[in-house]
């Protein structure tokens, strides 16, 4: 927020009344010039009216510096009240940054585990399937061999004649 005008306001030190007060005071006592001039008929001008209107205008001067004084605090507190958000904004806007990149780093460490999982589950296929494979060459070897074993003849028997 900024202000319309800068410049500080000057505040007449003087009261309404202390005005009135001079204005009656010379209203009352004429110059002497004037004094000559002046018939003892004429009446003196009646100066109530307008000095209860620069009574009521010194009022509303006060009145009115009054409030400008409640808003020039007001425009200080909103001012201070801006720079604290302002200061909280920027502090949310660094861990903003921070929470994002400790995400991107997460999602790369992710990327790198899933692929390091699938790399580790093909090759526990592939030593499955091996491993599948050996078991079923065994099992055709052990058949064979005893089959083998089986068309020998017995030699334990031509051991012991050997003997």
Request: with cysteine; glycine share 4%; aromatic share 2%.
């Amino acid at each position: 927020m900024s202000r319309g005008s800068e410049k500080p306001v000057h505040v007449v030190a003087e009261t309404p009344r202390s005005v009135r007060e001079e204005i009656l005071q010379s209203a009352k006592m004429p110059e002497p010039a004037e004094q000559q001039a002046s018939s003892p008929i004429e009446s003196p001008f009646d100066i109530s009216a307008p000095l209860a209107r620069i009574e009521g205008t010194g009022q509303f001067i006060e009145s009115c510096l009054q409030r400008i004084r409640e808003l020039e605090t007001l425009v200080e507190q909103s001012e201070n009240k801006q720079a604290e958000t302002a200061v909280q904004l920027r502090d949310a806007t660094q861990r903003t940054t921070e929470v994002e990149q400790a995400l991107a780093f997460e999602r790369e460490r992710s990327a790198r585990a899933e692929k390091l999982a699938a790399a580790v589950a093909r090759r526990a296929k592939e030593l499955e399937l091996a491993r599948s494979d050996a078991h079923q060459k065994l099992e055709t070897l052990a058949g064979a061999l005893e089959g083998t074993f089986r068309e020998l003849p017995d030699l334990r028997g031509s051991l012991r004649a050997a003997a």
